[in-house]
């Protein structure tokens, strides 16, 4: 990994809580219209799948924790889905201002996860929602390594990403390149074939890897669409091979005992 590159990733990454894009061309105007597109039905349309990744941690551990660790944690808006699963959570993310705004249950702490000096096998479970599809350049390996030295023996990583085969796809991947990124997503991120995430979890050694689809469902989807497709789909987040055709998938992987 160019250690210049994955520095210069790390100012984007910082920069997306600061310096929001100033949307002037016509079809960016279009598409950010509330016809098309509304902060509302972002937040809301990221629910159902943050509970997914919440249900399941539960589902492999169903006993309250000791110490989870949330990274990036970001503002710490999954602490409304995790932070009532472990006795003690921790948080890490680029940001500052994002940290700051963490809610005071967290210990958090400003910093990279290649480099937070966190003890060997501390924590029970490492949740690191929509991580992985900003690395993509760079491989997940490297990341998942330190995942797994922080984690204690038999300890789980509940991953949330989206995945390349979920069919809108098709229409909005070519929208973002055709029209300037207009929603303001950092430049490099996307969504990616599931299998390239479970082949770097063996590499590093996780077993009893679980995955399955978070959501059906999509933010360009109105509210009461969303409901009814979150419904609908309910008994297909877990069937194969559907479950990879999720908007977005949740994968879970233990460190050996």
């Given at each position: 990994m160019?250690?210049?590159?994955?520095?210069?990733?790390?100012?984007?990454?910082r920069?997306?809580y600061?310096?929001?894009?100033?949307?002037?061309s016509?079809?960016?105007?279009?598409?950010?219209?509330?016809?098309?597109?509304?902060?509302?039905?972002?937040?809301?349309?990221?629910?159902?799948?943050?509970?997914?990744?919440?249900?399941?941690?539960?589902r492999?551990?169903p006993?309250?924790?000791?110490?989870?660790?949330?990274?990036?944690?970001?503002?710490g808006?999954?602490?409304?889905?995790?932070?009532?699963?472990?006795?003690?959570?921790?948080?890490?993310?680029?940001?500052?201002?994002?940290?700051?705004q963490?809610?005071?249950?967290?210990?958090?702490?400003?910093?990279?996860?290649?480099?937070?000096?966190?003890?060997?096998?501390?924590?029970?479970?490492?949740?690191?929602?929509?991580?992985?599809?900003?690395?993509?350049r760079?491989?997940?390996?490297r990341?998942?390594?330190?995942?797994?030295?922080?984690?204690?023996?038999?300890?789980?990583?509940?991953?949330?990403?989206?995945?390349?085969?979920y069919?809108l796809?098709?229409?909005?991947r070519?929208?973002?390149?055709?029209?300037?990124?207009?929603?303001?997503?950092?430049e490099?991120?996307?969504?990616?074939?599931?299998?390239?995430?479970?082949?770097?979890?063996?590499?590093?050694?996780?077993?009893?890897?679980?995955?399955?689809a978070?959501?059906?469902?999509?933010?360009?989807?109105?509210?009461?669409l969303?409901?009814?497709?979150?419904?609908?789909?309910?008994?297909?987040?877990?069937?194969?091979?559907?479950?990879?055709?999720g908007?977005?998938?949740?994968?879970?992987?233990?460190?050996?005992?």
């Open positions: 160019d250690q210049q590159d994955y520095e210069a990733k790390r100012e984007r990454e920069a997306w600061t310096e929001k894009p100033v949307r002037r016509f079809a960016q105007r279009v598409l950010n219209h509330p016809l098309i597109y509304r902060q509302e039905r972002v937040e809301f349309n990221y629910v159902f799948p943050k509970r997914q990744m919440a249900q399941m941690v539960r492999h551990r006993e309250p924790m000791d110490r989870l660790l949330i990274a990036p944690c970001g503002t808006a999954d602490m409304a889905y995790l932070g009532d699963l472990s006795r003690e959570a921790h948080g890490i993310d680029l940001s500052p201002e994002a940290v700051a963490c809610p005071a249950s967290m210990q958090t702490r400003v910093g990279d996860i290649l480099t937070s000096e966190y003890p060997d096998a501390t924590f029970d479970v490492v949740a690191a929602p929509l991580f992985f599809h900003h690395l993509l760079f491989g997940f390996d990341f998942l390594y330190e995942f797994y030295r922080v984690l204690k023996p038999g300890g789980g990583l509940v991953i949330l990403e989206p995945s390349l085969y069919p796809n098709l229409i909005t070519p929208v973002k390149h055709v029209f300037g990124n207009p929603y303001g997503e950092v490099d991120e996307g969504p990616f074939r599931p299998a390239l995430l479970e082949r770097a979890l063996r590499r590093v050694g996780f077993v009893e890897i679980d995955v399955r978070a959501s059906f469902s999509h933010p360009a989807f109105y509210i009461p969303a409901r009814l497709v979150n419904r609908l789909t309910r008994s297909l987040l877990g069937a194969w091979p559907m479950k990879y055709w908007w977005q998938l949740v994968f879970w992987a233990e460190k050996p005992k």
